[in-house]
């Protein structure tokens, strides 16, 4: 071991988190996003994965990847603005406008840049202020903090407080962004978009909704919770949403005006200077947005496993959280009891990760369940008898 007192100090960061049972690693998948999974060796039966609607091993995916492939290769070798850009980018951009009723959509290589490259394309000094939810997901948090802009977080889903902080900026502001979460991510509740909208219009403020955890699973025809709640694209000028949730695949887009999207080409630096995402992800990404489409038992299966859920817990008398969505967290409280609930589960073959600080505030570690349509009744029956077991 190395006595360089730079290791020694890393080490006992490590010995540090360990102790207070927040130590994370990495586990080993032998098989495709999946209910029924092999990870670490044993079968384990999973309810941690964000493949909402179970297109992420689906067949007709897989053979889009691998006819794009056939045609593209594999990497695509290049920034979108240098010869990255081919044509199943451009039909995947032009499907997402028109899926989500907007004039443009701009393809980003993960949900993280998307958020860091509009948000510090839109924000750029001390006078300009983005407000966000205190339960945003990190990737809104560090785009609003290397924006250099002020970063005012408002009480979750308080939208009065959120109205008393954009009062309190009125005279000073220059640009000013709402940034909220559209499904939030380690709680499973939504926001309330029609009320940030007005607030938005009240004080010229843009909003951005991040719909990662909405897209695909949420609305009639699955374009997310804009769509659930009656929103239109003028309530919400920037929508950003996921591929590698709902949709199965990889990467985000951001969907605008052509105004908004071609200021974004021009000056997102997450989108200029990276390598643009392989073609074959793309090709990928239209196949499985044709299933959120025309498969809407997709998202009626995965409502009545939601529904199955929440009654079972509930006469267990466990401690749900506010959740509609496919996010059906169990609240536990101390980070050492939601991890040894979660070791529990897994000797019984269940898989449920314990989301610990600082993912989640510190005492309200939990065990995240998410719902996917590619669980059967009898998954959901098998997780409620294990918790049943461990609970009592
Ligand atoms: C709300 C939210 N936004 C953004 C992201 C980041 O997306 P990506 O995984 O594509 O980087 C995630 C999770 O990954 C998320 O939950």
């Keep these: 071991m190395s006595a360089d007192p730079k290791f020694t100090k890393i080490r006992s960061e490590l010995d540090l988190r360990r102790s207070r049972h927040l130590y994370r690693s990495t ?31 689906h067949p007709a995916v897989i053979q889009a990847f691998q006819q794009a492939a056939n045609i593209y290769g594999v990497g695509s070798g290049a920034a979108h603005l240098v010869n990255g850009h081919s044509r199943p980018h451009q039909q995947l951009e032009e499907a997402l406008a028109a899926f989500t009723g907007r004039e443009r959509a701009l393809l980003f290589s993960t949900g993280y840049m998307a958020n860091l490259g509009v948000v510090n394309a839109l924000l750029s000094g001390r006078n ?4 966000a939810d205190r339960l945003n997901h990190a ?42 979460d559209g499904v939030f991510s380690m709680d499973g509740d939504v926001a309330p978009l029609a009320k940030l909208a007005v607030m938005a219009r009240h ?20 374009a997310g919770l804009v769509e659930a709640q009656g929103l239109t694209p003028t309530d919400v000028p920037i929508l950003m949403a996921t591929l590698g949730k709902a949709l199965g695949t990889a990467g985000a887009f951001i969907a605008g005006s052509h105004d908004l999207i071609e200021y974004l080409i021009q000056t997102a630096r997450t989108f200029i200077y990276t390598t643009a995402q392989p073609p074959a992800i793309a090709a990928a990404t239209l196949a499985s947005l044709q299933l959120v489409q025309t498969e809407s038992w997709r998202r009626e299966q995965l409502l009545a496993l939601i529904q199955q859920f929440r009654q079972g817990a509930t006469q267990l008398g466990l401690p749900l959280m506010a959740s509609d969505t496919a996010i059906q967290p169990i609240l536990v409280g101390s980070s050492g009891q939601a991890l040894a609930i979660s070791r529990q589960l897994e000797e019984r073959g269940l898989l449920v990760t314990a989301i610990r600080p600082p993912t989640v505030p510190d005492g309200t570690a939990r065990l995240r369940v998410t719902l996917s349509a590619a669980h059967t009744a009898t998954d959901v029956e098998q997780l409620l008898t294990a918790l049943a077991q461990i609970w009592t």
Excluded: E
């Design 203 to 222: 004080h010229d403020a843009w909003l951005m909704v991040d719909d990662a955890h909405g897209f695909g699973v949420l609305g009639n025809t699955g």
């Design 139 to 180: 990737s809104l948090v560090d785009a609003g903090l290397l924006s250099g802009a002020k970063l005012i977080r408002y009480p979750h889903n308080d939208t009065t407080s959120l109205g008393k902080r954009l009062l309190a900026q009125a005279d000073n502001a220059n640009t000013q962004l709402i940034l909220t």
């Design 128 to 131: 300009d202020v983005v407000y």
């Design 27 to 57: 586990r080993i998948s032998d098989s495709p996003q999946h209910p029924h999974m092999h990870i670490d060796g044993k079968p384990l039966l999973a309810f941690c994965s964000n493949d909402y609607l179970g297109l992420a091993n």
